[in-house]
């Protein structure tokens, strides 16, 4: 409003014949000139508020290259060369800013420098319309510990409350949830109490309603989407950072297919997975069904695809149909896991074209470690893989795992070694490879326990192994965790399979207004291309548009709550000490222009100095005369 004020004011100064173009940070949307000022003025009181901006730099540059571009026309109209251009105009470029640092881009500080002394005919005025002290509470970095929650388990985030310009404030945070019925209902609330520019991180959790009237209801892929928010009890001015929006999965556990052959580590990783006890009350974090190749061959792919991981443990013969179903299936957003411990697998079934088209590495032979060697997790640590560990402290006695035996093995071009043997030569222990939206995974040594007749090593002997497996399902799966969390402007992008891919589907905004949705069926993809409002978002398929078919919540990036203003050093370093003019009202505003179109008076100046030159002179001379008089005596 400000803004606005300022602007329209200095509009009305403006000599006629003047041509005004408005232009906002909002997109890159080409700059032009309006018919009059009038239309101009128009086009700026529509200007309404939007979350999502581009770096300021951008847009002066495209107001410069826009005046340039104006003028060489101006030029080709007159037959002359830009050197020799005859431009009427006083050309200009007004910037109505808070002057926040966040909105610039500080690390290109050399590009619109140049651009500003290169274009010397181009004026640019900064209007500074912030508040001077600005007082405000604001939610953000709001942290799920996950998105996707089993159906047991209570659902559990975190968000920071920050107080600017005010201390000693008492606030409620509040978070809601949608019920069945579509009504905002208060989960929990806790107070905190703030103090300027303290950030405090506040918990908070809640136990969702039941998702079906009886769990004997839940079909084998129940799913239960839920949208909440976290608000302050009590808002300010700035309004759109009093409120955070979230969209959770509750779902029950995920399914994982074991394919074992005649070695004991298919039982083994269902025991991890599953434990016995666990499973007996339906409490077991995973669902897991240990079968021979003989029933996965047997699935049909929609049976197939309703695990999250299949997991391959030793497998000695396989056949080659195994290979091509799998390679559908990781490329659908599956996760396999394939273990290879064992000396009487058949190497050359795991080298063909089919099994190359789905496997990470290729099996050349078996080696023996003398002496025993371990894994080397810590140099990869920051690979999405071990990266949840950081939680932990550590990996625990992972490291300290004897490794007696493993396969050598060449990696597929598209894979990538995450760990290696600490070997004195680098001995892929896990790799892994990108296929469509799935992963396929394998580790080169054995999960048996160790016997005379196949001691491989003791990893699943090691207390910290059942980390590793959770992590290893969670990482694999990955293509089918879909993220519900995103930042104004940025893109949506939902994966379908099935029948869905032949659906219609539209997208349900958060004022409740409906659009079509545009679909890549060829790839089965759903694309919302920047989304703007923020809240909550649903997509419905128009057959059955009662029920959401997907859920997403849309926040403002945090950074827009950051009022510090960025210095006049900073400034001078991206535009260039005294090619900008920094105003924060109308008549300064006017002076700086004036300044700039007709530059400085110096009539009173010069009238000045002649003052001065007189009156030293007159000072001096009395001085001089003084001496060279002779008095007079009369007689």
Not at 168 to 194: F, S, W
Not at 237 to 247: P, Q
Not at 355 to 369: D, E, H, Q, R, T
């Amino acid at each position: 409003d400000v803004a606005r004020d300022i602007a329209s004011r200095h509009l009305d100064q403006m000599p006629s014949g003047s041509r005004v173009a408005i232009a906002t940070n909002q997109d890159q949307a080409p700059i032009l000139f309006n018919i009059d000022k009038t239309t101009a003025r128009e086009r700026m009181f529509a200007l309404e508020l939007t979350p999502s901006t581009v770096k300021l730099n951008s847009r002066i540059w495209d107001a410069l290259s826009f005046q340039e571009q104006d003028r060489e026309r101006i030029g080709t109209e007159q037959n002359e060369t830009s050197g020799d251009i005859v431009d009427r105009y006083i050309r200009e470029v007004y910037l109505f800013t808070d002057l926040s640092r966040n909105a610039w881009d500080l690390a290109e500080q050399q590009y619109l420098k140049k651009e500003l002394e290169r274009l010397e005919f181009v004026q640019l005025y900064l209007i500074d319309v912030s508040k001077e002290e600005p007082k405000n509470v604001t939610l953000s970095n709001i942290r799920l510990n996950r998105e996707e929650f089993l159906e047991n388990q209570p659902i559990t985030m975190s968000v920071n409350v920050e107080a600017t310009g005010q201390s000693e404030l008492k606030r409620q945070i509040e978070l809601y949830t949608e019920n069945r019925a579509g009504d905002m209902i208060r989960r929990t609330v806790q107070e905190v109490e703030l103090n300027a520019d303290t950030p405090q991180a506040v918990e908070l959790s809640f136990l969702p309603e039941e998702g079906a009237s009886n769990p004997a209801d839940k079909s084998s892929n129940w799913t239960q989407s839920i949208q909440g928010e976290i608000r302050l009890s009590s808002t300010d001015a700035m309004t759109f950072d009093n409120r955070r929006y979230f969209t959770v999965h509750r779902r029950l556990p995920p399914k994982v297919l074991i394919v074992h052959d005649v070695s004991q580590g298919g039982q083994i990783l269902q025991d991890v997975l599953a434990p016995p006890s666990w499973r007996r009350n339906n409490k077991a974090p995973f669902r897991c069904d240990l079968v021979r190749q003989e029933a996965l061959l047997d699935m049909d792919m929609d049976q197939l695809q309703a695990y999250d991981n299949v997991c391959l443990i030793s497998i000695e013969h396989p056949r080659e149909i195994l290979w091509s179903k799998l390679e559908r299936y990781v490329s659908n957003g599956g996760g396999l896991f394939v273990v290879v411990g064992n000396t009487r697998i058949d190497s050359v079934a795991y080298t063909t074209e089919a099994a190359m088209s789905v496997l990470p590495a290729n099996l050349k032979g078996f080696i023996k470690f003398s002496p025993p060697e371990s894994i080397d997790f810590e140099s990869s640590k920051n690979h999405p893989l071990l990266k949840p560990f950081d939680i932990f402290g550590g990996f625990g006695d992972l490291p300290d795992a004897r490794i007696n035996w493993c396969w050598s093995v060449t990696p597929h071009p598209a894979a990538n070694v995450i760990s290696n043997y600490t070997f004195n030569q680098p001995r892929p222990a896990i790799v892994d490879r990108v296929l469509g939206r799935g992963h396929s995974l394998m580790l080169t040594t054995s999960i048996d326990f160790p016997t005379l007749e196949n001691n491989w090593g003791n990893l699943s002997q090691t207390s910290w192994f059942l980390v590793l497996a959770e992590k290893i399902m969670q990482y694999t799966a990955g293509g089918n965790l879909l993220s519900r969390n995103y930042l104004a402007g940025e893109a949506v992008v939902v994966s379908l399979s099935g029948d869905d891919k032949a659906g219609n589907f539209l997208l349900r905004l958060p004022n409740l207004k409906q659009l079509p949705l545009e679909q890549d069926r060829e790839n089965g993809l759903l694309m919302v291309q920047n989304s703007e409002a923020i809240g909550q978002y649903q997509i419905l398929k128009k057959k059955t548009s009662t029920d959401p078919f997907f859920q997403y919540s849309l926040n403002v990036d945090d950074a827009e709550s950051d009022l510090k203003p960025i210095s006049l050093e900073e400034l001078d370093n991206l535009l260039g000490a005294g090619r900008y003019q920094v105003s924060r009202s109308t008549d300064e505003l006017t002076r700086q222009v004036g300044l700039g179109r007709i530059g400085q008076e110096m009539f009173p100046i010069v009238l000045s100095l002649l003052f001065a030159f007189f009156w030293g002179e007159h000072f001096i001379a009395n001085r001089f005369y003084d001496h060279e008089q002779t008095p007079i005596i009369s007689q």
